[in-house]
T-cell receptor
Framework: GNSVTQMEGPVTLSEEAFLTINCTYT??????LFWYVQYPGEGLQLLLK?????DKGSNKGFEATYRKETTSFHLEKGSVQVSDSAVYFC???????????FGTGTKLQVIP | DAGITQSPRHKVTETGTPVTLRCHQT?????MYWYRQDPGHGLRLIHY???????DKGEVSDGYSVSRSKTEDFLLTLESATSSQTSVYFC????????????FGPGTRLTVT
């Protein structure tokens, strides 16, 4: 079946540091890949997505590239801000089904 | 923002009592989902619906039932709440396009004492 593995948190960074959150997946067919972000006390919201191999999703300075050969979709940002503190979820949707498989989430804390 | 509301937002109930959570959407999306979020588990799918009166089980459906009598409403019922069902519950919607994302509601924090 489908599965998503992402790095354990929490991740603590200083403001303006470089961020990488690793995500690898196992899926049948050709999945679409997503990063969602959850701010404290809120629901998840889509951060970025990629629908085919070598696509790069980007939003708000965050980027992730769909790497089919390594089955990865790592999230990166060049310079994090305190306002980026949140929980980040990697997810995939595969085949004709409308169900999404989520990773366990990585908590990011950015300190001034 | 997608129009999704959940009610109640917070609830404390006793073991053995029935509980119903409501999800309401104004987007006319076909698919609706109930997830629970627990530390160390991320989001796990409880049930989902692919149309009025059409529902199916997710990976953690035991102890839960759902109903969808109208496009806009998706109800999650705990017939007899247990402490293991203490969690944050999220509703999500999707229009069904293969690459489109799901939109999430604000969540309901349920505590079973």
């Amino acid at each position: 079946g489908n599965s998503v593995t992402q790095m354990e948190g929490p991740v603590t960074l200083s403001e303006e540091a470089f961020l990488t959150i690793n995500c690898t997946y196992t899926a049948t067919g050709y999945p679409s890949l997503f990063w969602y972000v959850q701010y404290p006390g809120e629901g998840l919201q889509l951060l970025l997505k990629a629908t085919k191999a070598d696509d790069k999703g980007s939003n708000k300075g965050f980027e992730a590239t769909y790497r089919k050969e390594t089955t990865s979709f790592h999230l990166e940002k060049g310079s994090v801000q305190v306002s980026d503190s949140a929980v980040y979820f990697c997810a995939l949707k595969s085949g004709g089904y409308q169900k999404v498989t989520f990773g366990t989430g990585t908590k990011l804390q950015v300190i001034p | 923002d997608a129009g999704i509301t959940q009610s109640p937002r917070h609830k404390v109930t006793e073991t053995g009592t029935p509980v119903t959570l409501r999800c309401h959407q104004t987007e006319n999306h076909r698919y609706m989902y109930w997830y629970r979020q627990d530390p160390g588990h991320g989001l796990r799918l409880i049930h989902y619906s692919y149309g009025v009166k059409d529902t199916d089980k997710g990976e953690v459906s035991d102890g839960y039932s759902v109903s969808r009598s109208k496009t806009e409403d998706f109800l999650l019922t705990l017939e007899s709440a247990t402490s293991s069902q203490t969690s944050v519950y999220f509703c999500a919607i999707s229009d069904g396009t293969s690459a489109i994302e799901q939109y999430f509601g604000p969540g309901t924090r349920l505590t079973v004492t």
